[in-house]
């Protein structure tokens, strides 16, 4: 583990990030790092914008996880926006990297729209399903709408095996949507654990 400040990094993700790094012959892992830190930031600036206070980041190879103080909670709403905050930063900068010339504009929009658009999922695990789970605690109080999420997650990793299958019959083997899978279902079974609390 590695620590500076109020910031951690796991042997896990610095492992991972070096593997991708080594990897890496197309420039595409530093584009994709750029994209994942505007995302936190968004996530950052709209917690302090909306009263909040960030106590600590934790990033792990499955993400990252921001502590909020609990001497100054967002309310519902502000809840809400800090949780699609960074899923709209990514899709922002991919409308403006359209913008650019060149294939690397075009390619770091294209890393943002899929980083956006897949954290907008609604899985508890990804900002999308901690925004509906906000919006639907009022509703179906806490509990329930844990439980609804822990089934929208199980449909969409059965939906993933399933793409894969139907890949794999068509003669196509795709190993990133069983990843995706496990890691929806690894996410659905830490339960309340969120990012942003």
Not at 39 to 53: K, Q
Request: glycine share 14%; with cysteine.
């Amino acid at each position: 583990m590695l620590r500076w400040k109020r910031v951690e990094i796991s042997g896990g993700a610095l492992l991972l990030g070096a593997v991708l790094f080594y990897l890496d012959d197309q420039g595409l892992f530093l584009l994709s790092m750029l994209a994942c830190i505007a995302h936190e930031l968004g996530h950052y600036l709209a917690i302090l914008a909306l009263g909040g206070e960030v106590t600590g980041l934790r990033i792990t190879c499955v993400g990252a996880e921001m502590r909020l103080s609990s001497r100054r909670p967002l309310n519902w709403f502000g809840q809400v926006l800090a949780a699609l905050s960074g899923p709209l930063v990514n899709l922002g900068l991919g409308f403006a990297a359209l913008r650019i010339w060149g294939e690397t504009g075009w390619c770091f929009a294209g890393i943002n729209f899929a980083l956006g658009a897949f954290n907008l999922l609604p899985a508890g695990c990804l900002d999308g399903g901690r925004a509906l789970g906000f919006l639907l605690t009022p509703l179906l109080g806490e509990e329930g709408a844990l439980r609804f999420l822990k089934v929208l997650a199980w449909a969409l990793a059965a939906g993933l095996l399933a793409g894969t299958a139907i890949l794999a019959w068509q003669g196509s083997l795709n190993l990133t949507l069983p990843l995706l899978s496990g890691w929806l279902l690894t996410g659905n079974f830490q339960g309340k654990k969120a990012c942003i609390q």
